[in-house]
């Protein structure tokens, strides 16, 4: 079931986003955010774009949300997009379920262009996004730091 995150989800959500922080280089973070922390993020992003929770037999496997892509006025049409699913619920679908949902949503929320974004290697990211029918925009060489390697990113977008 996909539905509206809330502040019970949090935890679980903080779950997932910490093992990516703390064995992955899909997240730029480095150090574990708090319940308190992630609380603070879901409300702020909330207040204008959606945030998305998969829940399979009570647990949430995964969740997604949209946030401001950049701040000048003229950006006000596009978002970002982030998606994370718990290691143990990868290759079921999951994130094609919720990135669809969050896709759809933003489009009725009137958001004209959805950008995602992804640190490389990352071959099931890039296959999520072109099969969402995202198109390549371009890639950043070496603009991130962590477990002692420089690592690139990719970004794609989808004109809703």
């Not at 774009?49 to 949300?65: F, T």
């Not at 994370?84 to 949503?105: D, M, S």
Request: hydrophobic letters at 40%; one cysteine or more; charged letters at 20%.
């Amino acid at each position: 079931m996909i539905r509206n995150a809330t502040a019970a989800d949090v935890p679980a959500i903080c779950n997932i986003y910490n093992h990516h922080v703390l064995h992955t280089v899909v997240t730029f973070e480095e150090e574990p955010v708090s319940i308190a922390e992630m609380q603070q993020r879901l409300e702020t992003i909330t207040a204008r774009y959606p945030w998305l929770v998969y829940e399979d037999n009570g647990i949430v496997a995964g969740y997604a949300y949209a946030t401001q892509w950049k701040t000048r006025a003229a950006y006000r049409h596009s978002a970002e997009t982030s998606i994370y699913v718990a290691e143990e619920h990868t290759g079921k679908g999951i994130g094609r379920q919720l990135y669809a949902r969050l896709l759809a949503i933003l489009k009725e929320q009137g958001i004209h262009a959805a950008i995602g974004g992804a640190a490389l290697p990352n071959p099931a990211s890039v296959k999520l996004h072109e099969a969402l029918g995202f198109k390549y925009v371009g890639s950043f060489s070496q603009v991130g730091y962590k477990f002692g390697k420089w690592i690139d990113t990719s970004y794609w977008e989808l004109v809703l």
